[in-house]
């Protein structure tokens, strides 16, 4: 039985990959300067947007194959332990990534929780090979970006907000753009609700240099922290 559904999660992966290919993402504004601020700022008003997901980067058709490939690989062999700090590895070994259940209240929800990390984990490897990212050089130990996102009762998402800067603006950016993409749910759960029926979850992004083929471009380990508030 875990097979099967590890096999459909695989295969609902590899599909939205594919719906990539025919799709075009807006462009995002890399010249403009996040401001240096500790405290936590509204990053955009998302009450406008359609319900329906953005469409994510566009990869190559060559990236996209090898991503659905190593997607099946990596979920069909591995078990997501649903408790607060355990770790579900992703990704591949040149490209690693980890997801981690923050809080009680996520591992109960994990499911829901893990949805929503594989599309941010996906667009944020497709983002991680534009040059200005990989072209970064990262302290040993950043420290997370940390957002936090509102869902309306239906899933949709409504608003960002910026709690906690990595430190290069380049990082930031790319983590807000892939929330904006890929932080949606269907059907979520009512029991994860907050009072007013709407949904916030705190969502840490941490990036490390992992290797360089030629000393000026970078792979990464990406690590996503999800907690439900």
């Excluded at 993402?25 to 936590?40: C, I, Q, R, T």
């Excluded at 690693?96 to 996520?106: I, M, S, T, Y």
Aim: aromatic residues 4%.
């Amino acid at each position: 039985m875990r097979l099967a559904v590890s096999r459909l999660r695989a295969a609902a992966l590899a599909a939205v990959l594919a719906a990539a290919a025919s799709g075009c993402a807006p462009a995002e504004n890399p010249g403009v300067p996040l401001p240096d601020s500790a405290s936590p700022r509204i990053v955009t008003e998302l009450s406008t947007i359609s319900s329906t997901p953005i469409a994510p980067s566009v990869p190559s058709p060559t990236a996209a194959r090898a991503l659905a490939s190593n997607s099946a690989e990596n979920t069909s062999s591995r078990r997501f332990e649903e408790m607060p700090g355990m770790i579900h590895h992703v990704g591949t070994g040149r490209e690693p990534g980890e997801e981690v259940l923050l809080d009680a209240k996520a591992a109960q929800f994990a499911t829901f929780c893990r949805d929503i990390m594989d599309h941010l984990f996906i667009q944020l490897q497709l983002m991680e090979h534009d040059d200005q990212i990989s072209r970064l050089k990262l302290p040993e130990d950043p420290p997370p970006v940390i957002i936090t996102a509102t869902l309306d009762q239906s899933g949709k998402l409504t608003e960002l907000v910026l709690e906690q800067h990595s430190g290069k603006a380049a990082i930031d950016r790319m983590m807000i753009a892939a929330c904006k993409r890929a932080v949606w749910a269907k059907n979520p759960p009512l029991d994860a609700a907050t009072l007013n029926g709407t949904y916030r979850l705190r969502i840490e992004g941490r990036f490390v240099n992992l290797s360089s083929m030629d000393g000026r471009t970078w792979t990464f380990r990406t690590t996503i922290g999800m907690a439900i508030l």
